[in-house]
Every structure is written in structure tokens, then in C-alpha cells.
């Protein structure tokens, strides 16, 4: 595709339940990135994946959240159990290479009731 | 640790007139520095970069940014403000540690224009 695309662009979910958030990057990106965006906190980083392995998993909040990438290309961040605390804009984006400017998909919008 | 701050939460401009958008970091190498716009409903799209050489860039949009290593400052700036730039601006500084690669941003300025 054009740009990045994640889906869905909104999810409702009831506390407890888990969720999967997907991130398909622009073709050929060998950088994936997650962050989530709270009111008032910026972006926070989650993970980053260079091709399908993940060296920095530093940023993810707790082990209720887990991610993956296959192929290079896909990635799905998952939060089990979720809380209301996880009600958040979770945006994927990715680079060429690292260092390179980042594109931005349009996130997805969790709400945990 | 690296850190980017950005002092300034909420900024109202006359349309017209000048803005500048503060921005400091803390690194301890010669950072790669950024910032990025998100527009209501849009996604966030680079604005303009610094890696190096002229520490005055020029980005899309008339934006420019000067990078002031003394002052470990990348501010944003623009002449003369237009309504449709009404958005929240994010600065973000590019940091290698471990061999990993990391973009930390600022928790960001948005900008509201009077007409």
C-alpha cells in the first residue's frame, strides 16, 4: 500500500478481554515501531522491530502486552487482560532503515469499558 | 537517559503572526533531531529533520528549525502563522544505545490559531 495501515481504527473492548491490533508498514520498511498516545502524556514508545526481530522491548508497560512482526512486513500488538488504563491511541509506524524519518499510521483508538 | 522535553503544553498565536515552538533534548552523542505535526484526525507527517551540517533547516509548510547545540535546543519556528497550521507539534530526537534504535518524542505543543 501507500502508506501505513492499521486496523482496526477503532476498538471497544470490555476489561479482561483481550485485543489485537494490527500494523501493515509501507512495503520494503525494514524498521516497525509501536507507541501509544494518552492525553497529555506524547508518544510513548512501546517496540521496535528491525525485520522480524525485536531488540528493544523495553518500552512495553507490562507482559499483558506481547508483540510479533512475520515476514517483515505485518506486525500485531496484543494486550491481554486489558485494563482501562490501556485506553489509549496505539500508532504503528515505520522507516526505511533505522534513522530514517518515520511514517505514521493513523493508529488505532482502544477504549476499555 | 535521553530526553526530549517540550516546555510549552498549549500555544495561541494571532494567524499572521510569528511562532516559535521550544524544544530541548538531553543526549549524549550528536543527536538526529526532528519534528512532526499531527493535524486533527490526521496522522503525524515529518515536518523537517537535522542530522547534521547547516543547523538551520528548512521543513515543508515555511517551517524551519535551528539546532543549538550549546543550548541542546531544537526550536520550530515560522514567520508568519497561517489558521490551517492549528495542529500538536512533537519533537523527537533519533538515539542509538545497545545497537538498537530508538525515536523519543516530547509530549508535545498544541498550537491554536485566532483568526
Known amino acids: 500500500g501507500a502508506g501505513v495501515s492499521q486496523s482496526p481504527s477503532n476498538k471497544v473492548t470490555e476489561k479482561g478481554k483481550d485485543v489485537e491490533l494490527r500494523c501493515d508498514p509501507i512495503?520494503?520498511?525494514?524498521?516497525l515501531y509501536w507507541y501509544r498516545q494518552s492525553l497529555g502524556q506524547g508518544l510513548e514508545f512501546l517496540i521496535y522491530f528491525q525485520g522480524n526481530s525485536a531488540p528493544d522491548k523495553s518500552g512495553l508497560p507490562s507482559d499483558r502486552f506481547s508483540a510479533e512482526r512475520t515476514g517483515g512486513s505485518v506486525s500485531t500488538l496484543t494486550i491481554q487482560r486489558t485494563q482501562q488504563e490501556d485506553s489509549a491511541v496505539y500508532l504503528c509506524a515505520s522507516s526505511l532503515r533505522q534513522s530514517e524519518k518515520l511514517f505514521f499510521g493513523s493508529g488505532t483508538q482502544l477504549s476499555v469499558l | 537517559a535521553q530526553s526530549v522535553t517540550q516546555p510549552d503544553i498549549h500555544i495561541t498565536v494571532s494567524e499572521g503572526a510569528s511562532l516559535e515552538l521550544r524544544c530541548n533534548y538531553s543526549?549524549?552523542?550528536?543527536?538526529?533531531l526532528f519534528w512532526y505535526v499531527q493535524s486533527p484526525g490526521q496522522g503525524l507527517q515529518l515536518l523537517l529533520k537535522?542530522?547534521?551540517?547547516?543547523?538551520l533547516v528548512q521543513g515543508i509548510k515555511g517551517f524551519e528549525a535551528e539546532f543549538k547545540r550549546s543550548q541542546s535546543s531544537f526550536n520550530l519556528r515560522k514567520p508568519s502563522v497561517h489558521w490551517s497550521d492549528a495542529a500538536e507539534y512533537f519533537c523527537?530526537?533519533?538515539?542509538?544505545?545497545?545497537?538498537?534504535?530508538?525515536?523519543?518524542f516530547g509530549t508535545g505543543t498544541r498550537l491554536k490559531v485566532l483568526a
Open positions: 537535522y542530522f547534521s551540517g547547516d543547523t
Open positions: 512495503s520494503g520498511h525494514t524498521a
Open positions: 543526549y549524549g552523542a550528536t543527536p538526529y
Open positions: 523527537a530526537v533519533g538515539a542509538s544505545t545497545s545497537g538498537t534504535y530508538k525515536y523519543i
